[in-house]
């Protein structure tokens, strides 16, 4: 009875008000304090770096009030100079707010050097394979005397005799010294 009443009273309707107003009235001020802190409605275009020096593309997002972070490539593309921007995070022709940060990816300064495989001793269609399968490309061909025909007995790379474990660039030109199959 007593809470019937009580709901009932113009001091419980009054404080029933006051409350909607307060939360309307802050919805209202968040709603502004958001805007007005996240720069709402403000599109910057994150421009095309691809194929751009690293200082080039600091230079651009520097001017656009947009900040970078540098992301490693391990893998080398030819295609693209030496740390190069390969691809972007935003890509280009998306929209950011200032001071977003863009992560950049860099093209690696050369192949990455792996080891040579222990090729020695066996047929010169083995060999080939086998290098080309790990990464390397197959140069020229010279003969020895030797009595096993097409079976490797050296490995160059740049005039250099390559040893099995080797460490050389992906992508090198070896040259291979190949028994002729006579005595």
């Known amino acids: 009875m007593q809470l019937i009443s009580y709901i009932k009273s113009k001091q419980f309707i009054k404080t029933i008000v006051i409350m909607l107003l307060s939360v309307i009235v802050g919805i209202f001020l968040l709603n502004f304090l958001l805007n007005y ?94 290098l080309t399968s790990v990464g390397f490309k197959i140069g020229e061909f010279s003969y020895i005397p030797d009595i096993g025909k097409d079976v490797v007995r050296k490995m160059t790379h740049n005039g250099k005799v390559l040893n099995p474990g080797d460490m050389i660039p992906k992508m090198s030109v070896i040259d291979l010294v190949l028994g002729d199959g006579k005595n």
Request: proline share 7%; charged share 25%; net charge positive.
């Open 37 to 130: 802190s996240t720069n709402h409605n403000q599109k910057i275009p994150v421009p095309n770096l691809t194929k751009m020096t690293l200082t080039e593309a600091k230079e651009i997002l520097n001017s656009l009030n947009l900040n970078y972070e540098v992301q490693d490539s391990s893998s080398y593309n030819p295609e693209y100079l030496p740390k190069a921007v390969i691809s972007h995070d935003p890509e280009f022709g998306e929209f950011v707010k200032e001071n977003r940060k863009i992560y950049l990816t860099l093209n690696a300064s050369s192949y990455r050097k792996i080891p040579i495989p222990d090729v020695l001793g066996k047929t010169k269609r083995q060999v080939v394979t086998h």
